[in-house]
């Protein structure tokens, strides 16, 4: 199974600041990769999602960088605000060509303060 | 969009005891999932509920364990069966609305804690 390596752990930015969580992943064959948002209480609900043939895209504040040679997607989030603060997950498909079943990363809990 | 719920939201059990998770969701949707999410960790994918067949589950979870039925595409239950204080996570129910879009849909879990 897939494995995705995400870090950090925890983050804390002040408000306007950037944010940024790194995620590594195994198999290039892999072709869909998605951040989730995680408020508490709440269920995992899709932020943004990047496929391979690109390097990036940006929604709003959001941006994902993909570096396939590396094997890495970074998730970037412009002028951080309070209401940014949640966990965000990295994810990638189980297997080849198939974004029904993910596995995700270890989470990073983002605090934006004031 | 796929508008999710689940019942019970929160719940103590018993150590012994099973419970039985139902997940609803406001359309039909080809695909059901039910995560696991321990404290303060990330998601688990326990299994993939099939309407009409027995469910597929992941490595290191068993049917005995976490039994699953799917009526139909609207609706869903997991068991988790004589539970233990390990059993204590968040299970949450996800449904994938358009294959085509690889974006999950999930509902706002429920929040089992094992005595």
């Known amino acids: 199974q897939q494995q995705v390596k995400q870090s950090p752990q925890s983050l804390i930015v002040q408000k306007g600041g950037i944010s940024i969580i790194n995620c590594a992943y195994e198999n290039t064959a892999f072709d869909y990769f998605p951040w989730y948002q995680q408020f508490p209480g709440k269920g995992p609900a899709l932020l943004i999602a990047?496929?391979?043939?690109?390097s990036e895209k940006k929604e709003g504040r959001f941006t994902i960088s993909f570096n396939k040679s590396a094997k890495q997607f970074s998730l970037h989030i412009m002028d951080s605000q309070p209401g940014d603060s949640a966990t965000y997950f990295c994810a990638a498909p189980c297997l080849p060509y198939d974004a029904s079943k993910l596995t995700f990363g270890t989470g990073t809990r983002l605090q934006v303060t004031l | 969009s796929a508008v999710i719920s689940q019942k019970p939201s929160r719940d103590i059990c018993q150590r012994g005891t099973s419970l039985t998770i139902q997940c609803q969701v406001d359309s039909q949707v080809t695909m059901m999932f039910w995560y696991r999410q321990q404290p303060g960790q990330s998601l688990t994918l326990i299994a993939t509920a099939n309407q009409g067949s027995e469910a597929t589950y992941e490595s290191g979870f068993v049917i005995d364990k976490f039994p699953i039925s799917r009526p139909n595409l609207t609706f869903s239950t997991l068991t988790v069966s004589n539970m233990s204080p390990e059993d204590s996570s968040i299970y949450l129910c996800?449904?994938?609305?358009?294959?085509?879009?690889?974006?999950?849909?999930f509902g706002e879990g429920s929040r089992l804690t094992v005595l």
């Open positions: 996800s449904v994938l609305h358009h294959p085509n879009t690889g974006e999950l849909f």
């Open positions: 990047i496929r391979p043939d690109v």
